[in-house]
């Protein structure tokens, strides 16, 4: 019975990327739909890569001095109002709680699209003085969004994220903090995740509803598709007045107090997943990968029992060294059946255990992102093992960084901008005059969008805006985007 059970095809990413990635998703078993519109089910393996890459963004987040605390999904109407950039930018997108069991509530309370609003009335209790700042509190929970438009993981109804809010006494250490969170999501992207990305400043149209400004984190995904991966704002002072987060000064003069906010989501897990990926399936990198390596026993009739014996020992050894490492002693399946079954599951490292490669002491290692091929001895195969996935980690890296760099244009003629856009899908570098027309213009007429202006000095300046030919103020990356 078991013999008949093939892995159905996954559609090839050159013919339709977002069926590529569906397919990916679903028969690896990362998620399912949920009967729910927009919902997705993240299922066990799915899950497992979330919880590593939550535990590894978790650590950076408190190494910079923030802590983690729990807010509640409700936030009454009221507060949503408070800030009027913030409700008129969410109002769309927030479902609403207007009964709680037959009692009809009396003000509607909103599932939180973002928290801003109840932990700033939260804070202006807790903030009194110059010795409560700075407050930096994250906070790791789900989001509603109503959305019209649903793709799993990229964009959900309800998605799981972080947010930090954080609180400070000046414009000075609020930007400082906001942009060493930036550089936290670049490192945790391209360090943890393997993949590149653009750091950058949104402009006034794409910032976040009622922050001063709005950095971001842009990767590139293969179809030449930009993805948001992280944004981080510097709130100003708007939050704070209106929910009255003041304090005391060293002068004894009440002030108000300087905000930031900031959220990865599950977003990160679509970009992984699209970045690395290939027409047999997933790609993991080692470090996110809920199986480092696969082990699996070629068993014939007559030595099974020593194969079995080996193939356990070795996972047994591998994971006592801090590799995760899984054995597949499934006898329902012919080995070649588990190789592109963990092939399509993206595990990053095979090993091959057969009557014969034990005799020889040594064992077939294949590796999932290139399928090279090594013979490992058995006495050395943790150390080897760790080695492999550490190059594997750089690999993957090297490879995206490699596929950005090389989908960066730049032009300074819109013609040839249309065609860039149309035909070789990418980041295309060109100047702006800064007016928000010429921004809307673009995107009306090409669908790309300003996705960051760049923070680092570019080598590349162009001269004239892209649209209207005027002086450009800046230089920017224009794509379009998930
Ligand atoms: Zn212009």
């Known amino acids: 019975m078991a013999e008949e059970r093939y892995i159905s095809e996954i559609t090839p990413r ?21 009967p729910v519109k927009g919902c997705m089910v993240i299922r066990p393996y799915g899950y497992a890569i979330w919880e590593r890459m939550r535990d590894m963004l978790d650590s950076r987040i408190k190494a910079l001095g923030v802590k983690n605390a729990y ?33 009809v509530l009396e003000e509607p309370l909103a599932l939180r699209p973002t928290s801003e609003a109840i932990i700033c009335h939260m804070y202006s209790k807790w903030i ?9 509190i994250n906070q790791w929970a789900n989001i509603i969004r109503w959305e019209k438009v649903t793709r799993p993981f990229l964009r959900t109804t309800e998605f799981l994220w972080q947010e930090g809010h954080t609180v400070h006494a000046s414009y000075e250490e609020a930007e400082e903090f906001a942009l060493s969170v930036l550089d936290m999501y670049a490192e945790f992207y391209e360090k943890d995740l393997g993949v590149p990305v653009i750091k950058g400043q949104k402009t006034e149209r794409e910032k976040f509803p009622g922050a001063l400004t709005t950095y971001a984190v842009e990767a590139l995904m293969p179809d030449g598709r930009a993805l ?96 995760r490492a899984h054995l597949d002693d499934r006898l329902e ?4 059946w588990k190789f592109s079954e963990w092939e399509m599951r993206g595990v990053p490292l095979r090993i091959e255990v057969g009557p014969r490669d034990i005799e020889r002491g040594s064992l077939p290692v294949v590796r999932r992102h290139n399928r090279e091929k090594e013979e490992v001895d058995i006495e050395s195969i943790d150390k080897v093992v760790k080695k492999i996935l550490k190059r594997i980690q750089a690999e993957l890296y090297k490879r995206a ?82």
């Open 333 to 336: 399946y012919k080995a070649g």
């Open 128 to 136: 009194q003085s110059y010795r409560d700042l700075p407050l930096l």
């Open 14 to 34: 050159s013919d339709d990327f977002s069926q590529w990635y569906i397919d990916c998703l679903k028969r690896a078993e990362v998620i399912d739909y949920a």
């Open 401 to 482: 960084d490699h596929y950005l760099k090389g989908h960066i244009q730049f032009t300074e003629d819109y013609e040839e901008f249309k065609v860039l856009i149309d035909e070789r899908a990418g980041l295309i570098m060109a100047g702006w005059c800064g007016d928000e027309e010429c921004e809307e213009a673009v995107q009306e007429e090409t669908k790309a969008t300003v996705r960051v202006i760049p923070l680092e000095e570019v080598k590349w300046q162009a001269k004239k805006c892209i649209r209207c030919g005027r002086k450009a103020k800046r230089t920017v990356y224009y794509a379009r985007a998930y």
């Open 228 to 323: 948001q991966g992280g944004t981080t704002h510097n709130l100003g002072q708007h939050f704070a007045r209106v929910f009255g987060i003041k304090y005391l000064n060293e002068e004894q003069e009440e002030v108000y107090a300087w905000q930031t906010s900031w959220g990865v989501s599950t977003r990160s897990v679509g970009a992984v997943i699209m970045t690395h990926g290939d027409d047999e399936g997933l790609i993991l990198p080692p470090s996110i990968a809920p199986y480092q390596v696969v082990v699996v026993p070629i068993i014939f009739e007559r030595t099974r029992e020593e194969t079995l014996k080996k193939a356990r020992e070795i996972t047994e050894i591998l994971n006592r060294k801090g590799i």
């Open 71 to 103: 807010f509640p999904i409700f936030i009454p109407e009221s507060f949503l109002k408070k800030e009027a950039e913030h409700v008129e930018g969410f109002a769309p997108e927030v479902a609403w709680v207007t009964k709680g069991g037959d009692e």
